[in-house]
């Protein structure tokens, strides 16, 4: 088990910031929850801690928005991001993380700036429809790259923001399609070795802290206009690519 308090300093508001997001911002800021570990320790093992503590924040979030999801949106993407998980999980030791930032932060910030170019030209779409095809690749991404590093909300919000939902049922979507995609992410975590004594000792230190940011998450979400609400999730959206992009081309150039 991991006692350096560095870590801790870190791991701390890291945990509470992903409970934060994922109780009710649509999971986009969690996605720095590892990075913020990486400070300390390595990115892998960083995953490997979290994944527990992801899990039980998903047990307290399906229950707080339980039958509200969007359920044409998530067969399509939790079967694809099945598909994503598999692939993450056959290049596990092939892949460079560093490289898997830079693309999930170009993603993240490119999507945020074509929203932010459509807003300043007062140009305001439709809500989009379900599409199979998009629905599928942006599902496998997610599910992909949530297996590298936790970090599948900004593909998955690439799908989901452009259909407007009402915000309490985006949140819930987000909430089951995450439930789904960490849980079956135990499973190939455990083969490859990563959910060992030390990193599972570690992730139930830090466990109380989950319901509680959770708990502060979903406090903030009912207390949230609609607009207000997406505005923050585009931004959050924004600093998670900004962080990831970041992180990618200084690791790869050190």
Request: aromatic residues 12%; proline residues 5%; hydrophobic residues 55%.
């Amino acid at each position: 088990m991991i006692t350096d308090p560095w870590f801790y300093a870190a791991a701390v508001p890291a945990v509470l910031v992903a409970g934060v997001s994922k109780g009710g911002f649509g999971g986009g800021l969690g996605v720095l929850a590892v990075p913020l570990m990486a400070l300390t320790i390595s990115p892998v093992q960083a995953a490997a801690i979290m994944l527990p503590i992801l899990c039980v924040m998903d047990v307290v979030n399906v229950w707080t928005y339980r039958r509200r999801w969007d359920h044409r949106a998530m067969r399509l993407l939790i079967a694809a991001a099945m598909v994503g998980i598999a692939l993450g999980t056959a290049t596990f030791h092939l892949l460079s993380a560093d490289a898997i930032r830079l693309i999930i932060g170009a993603v993240a910030l490119g999507f945020t700036a074509n929203w932010a170019w459509k807003r300043l030209r007062r140009h305001d779409p439709p809500a989009a429809g379900h599409n199979v095809a998009k629905g599928g690749f942006w599902g496998a991404v997610a599910g992909f790259t949530s297996f590298v590093a936790h970090a599948g909300g900004p593909p998955l919000n690439v799908y989901l923001l452009p259909l407007k939902l009402d915000k309490t049922v985006y949140q819930a979507t987000t909430v089951i399609f995450f439930t789904a995609v960490n849980y079956v992410k135990l499973v190939p975590y455990a083969w490859l070795g990563q959910l060992n004594t030390g990193n599972l000792g570690t992730a139930l230190v830090l466990m109380p802290l989950a319901p509680l940011g959770i708990w502060l998450g979903v406090w903030a979400h009912d207390r949230v206009r609609e607009d207000l609400f997406y505005r923050a999730v585009y931004l959050f959206l924004a600093l998670t690519g900004a962080k990831l992009t970041w992180d990618g081309i200084a690791g790869m150039v050190a």
